[in-house]
């Protein structure tokens, strides 16, 4: 997209996001192989080749499940939060899983009509962009540290409630955070409010996290170029179109950070040795993906997705893209050090700058969606 402007991370993340594109093309058969861009740097030219593989792994191992995304999404609640074993139950009865499935290597999975409801890719992120995640992740100390809750309702609260947190044996500042340059505050919607750069990017550190993240950022968003095209470009162009309104509504803090942020997603959220239960991401889209990754020094991690009948091996380096809507997922007590980034869209950020939601992402749209080079 030559409208990127040449000062704002996006530009190199889309450089990245086309040479994977190009890459994984390549890989499946269908183009000639090509060149890394001078611009991008070794680590992440090494990152982007290294994914585009595992992309194409993925691919070229599709497993079919019964099971009708669009039909399940209309039968969500709109606050479905996944974690009523009574509903959860109601649900399996209605659409119950046809076998049991444990996946260990790349595969893309994909419901009855042919619309992907996972990308599974182990070992997509390097060593040297899980480094930068666990640096960043630790340059978050303070942060992290101040979010833990200590509420009687763990239920209510379980993304931040001491009880799901374990403490580190390596130094690690255990918690959960939210990062994002442009989103409205929880009980904020519009048109009433406007959106604010989350609390984190507004202090004085908010410059340095976002340049930590970058190479994640990036490969991430590349990442989404091939698993879901129209997704990447809708929420590029949401990107620009926040950053047009800053500018107008003269939001300083927003238009520095936005040039700063890296990534097409919204939100990242940071989390440090949380265990996670069984839940749904209500105000994910049943048409978007959400992307999960995990890093660190620890054993024996699962990801399991009951209402699909999936279990994953969540080692790190791993990646993860769906819709938490409708995949109820959770993950295990491990043993060691676990950092989770999970990066997801905010539908009233779309809205907000006039950008339609989109459709599905289909297995037999990937290719020749890819080969929309810029």
Not at 78 to 101: A, C, H, M, S, W
Not at 135 to 147: D, F, H, I, Q, R
Not at 200 to 214: E, F, H, I, P, Q
């Amino acid at each position: 997209m030559s409208l990127l402007p040449a000062d704002w991370a996006l530009a190199t993340t889309h450089l990245a996001s086309d040479y994977v594109c190009r890459q994984f093309c390549a890989i499946v058969g269908v183009t000639p192989k090509v060149l890394p861009p001078p611009e991008l740097d070794v680590v992440l030219m090494l990152g982007c080749s290294h994914l585009a593989r595992i992309l194409a792994d993925a691919y070229l191992n599709p497993v079919t499940i019964n099971f009708d995304m669009t039909r399940y999404s209309e039968v969500l609640q709109k606050q479905e939060r996944g974690v009523n074993p009574g509903r959860e139950e109601f649900l399996l009865t209605r659409y119950p899983p046809d076998r049991e499935i444990i996946l260990e290597r790349p595969a893309v999975v994909l419901d009855k009509f042919g619309l992907i409801v996972l990308w599974y890719l182990p070992g997509a992120i390097d060593a040297a962009i899980q480094n930068d995640m666990l640096s960043a992740t630790m340059m978050m100390s303070g942060p992290l540290g101040k979010s833990i809750t200590r509420g009687t309702s763990p239920k209510d609260t379980w993304r931040t409630h001491k009880s799901n947190f374990q403490i580190s044996e390596h130094g690690l500042t255990s918690g959960c955070i939210n990062l994002s340059p442009g989103w409205f505050l929880q009980g904020h919607p519009a048109p009433q409010f406007q959106p604010e750069v989350s609390a984190t990017l507004k202090s004085n550190d908010g410059a340095a996290y976002c340049r930590a993240m970058c190479r994640p950022a990036a490969l991430v968003a590349a990442a989404l170029r091939v698993m879901h095209s129209g997704l990447y470009w809708s929420s590029l162009t949401t990107q620009l179109g926040l950053g047009v309104w800053a500018d107008t509504h003269q939001t300083q803090i927003m238009g520095t950070r936005l040039r700063e942020w890296a990534s097409v997603f919204t939100v990242v959220a940071v989390m440090c040795n949380r265990y996670t239960p069984l839940h749904r991401d209500a105000l994910s889209r049943a048409q978007w993906f959400d992307i999960m990754t995990s890093v660190g020094g620890y054993t024996s991690a699962r990801m399991k997705m009951p209402n699909i009948g999936i279990e994953i091996a969540y080692n790190a380096g791993v990646m993860a893209g769906a819709s938490g809507r409708i995949v109820r997922h959770g993950v295990n007590w491990v043993n060691g050090d676990r950092v989770g980034w999970v990066w997801y869209m905010r539908d009233d950020i779309h809205e907000f700058v006039d950008v339609p939601r989109g459709d599905y992402s289909r297995y037999k749209s990937v290719v020749t969606n890819a080969m929309e080079f810029a």
